[in-house]
């Protein structure tokens, strides 16, 4: 990994869990363990994917680095700052330098506002601080922003209904870059996109991130996608990271059975080139029951008798290289 210096966001064995009720009758509670002591680093101006299957925790790990879903336990050092510590005032002047980009494009404008006011919404919670402190240079931000996410000025006028999805997601990115952040949290921003339109979203974030240095937490279930645009990749698995890595070790030598079966399922557009595909077997146990050792020990097709009872550790095994397998290690 890089030096401290050049380190923009750190998390260190990160956990939120949530209490589920067992019963409508009986008040008895059980703990579902959506995010289970994740560690990771990003470094300044680059992009880590975190990829998995639906349910592993992708989306609540996103949201409870910027503090929109309260951590249960861990560390989050965003720029030399423990976010955790913050109060709800000091937090609000530190999320100026922090972003999310949504999911859906369609259900996270408000279709009541211009889309002008949606984009300048950060700015006027903000403008307290002495940020755009002014009516006009809000309104001339926002045109600049127009002009960065290859939109045009006149759209400051209208609504979210009369735009198209990658129109749209444009829109949230232009809301995400108002107030000039150094970190954006992507939450699967092309997912709801056709496939044409995903490549010029995507384009457009890496245009943005040459410009501008930010780094980005990319969130994705499609390793094709993730491949694209990543420095590092981390795969995570039933609110853990099995393995990261920089993107060409993770893609040329993946060491974790479930990453290699991801990567097999990557189609392949050259219908010549046989490709294996590892299928996997058995059922993922439940994030409130978790078993007590290895959490992919029953789908594994290389486990042995002491993955069962041992969870293994994420460690390195090459520079840069982490990898949570016993084998592995």
């Not at 560690?39 to 609540?60: D, H, M, P, Q, R």
């Not at 129109?167 to 092309?190: H, K, M, N, Y």
């Not at 920089?246 to 993946?254: E, F, G, I, R, T």
Request: aromatic residues 6%; charged residues 25%.
């Amino acid at each position: 990994m890089d030096s401290t210096a050049n380190v923009l966001l750190e998390v260190n064995n990160l956990h939120k869990w949530f209490n589920v009720r067992k019963s409508l009758i009986f008040d008895h509670k059980n703990v579902l363990k959506a995010v289970n002591g994740v560690s990771f680093k990003v470094n300044k101006g680059e992009t880590l994917g975190i990829v998995g299957e639906s349910g592993c925790g992708k989306t609540t790990l996103g949201r409870t680095i910027l503090r929109l879903i309260e951590p249960t336990q861990g560390e989050i050092i965003f720029n030399g700052c423990n976010i955790n510590a913050l109060d709800r005032k000091s937090l609000r002047r530190k999320r100026r330098e922090m972003g999310i980009i949504f999911q859906d494009p369609f259900g996270s404008l408000n279709p009541r506002m211009k889309i002008g006011k949606v984009i300048c919404e950060p700015l006027n919670i903000q403008h307290t601080y002495g940020v755009f402190g002014s009516r006009k240079k809000r309104v001339e931000r926002v045109m600049e922003i127009l002009d960065l996410v290859g939109l045009d000025r006149d759209y400051y006028w209208r609504y979210a209904h009369e735009f198209s999805g990658g129109q749209r997601q444009r829109i949230g990115i232009a809301r995400a870059l108002a107030l000039s952040p150094q970190l954006l949290i992507c939450d699967e921003p092309v997912s709801a996109l056709d496939v044409s339109i995903q490549a010029q979203i995507l384009n457009l974030m890496e245009d943005i991130q040459k410009k501008l240095g930010i780094a980005y937490v990319f969130i994705s279930h499609d390793l094709s996608v993730v491949k694209h645009v990543s420095d590092n990749v981390a795969v995570m698995y039933l609110g853990k990271i099995v393995e990261i890595a920089p993107k060409d070790k993770l893609y040329s030598d993946a060491k974790h059975p479930y990453t290699n079966a991801l990567i097999s399922a990557i189609p392949i557009p050259d219908s010549r080139v046989k490709k294996k595909k590892i299928l996997l077997q058995g059922d993922i146990p439940s994030p409130i029951n978790l078993p007590p050792g290895c959490l992919f020990y029953e789908r594994c097709y290389q486990r042995h008798d002491s993955c069962k009872d041992i969870a293994p550790e994420l460690v390195e095994v090459t520079q840069g290289h982490y990898v949570a397998c016993h084998k592995a290690n």
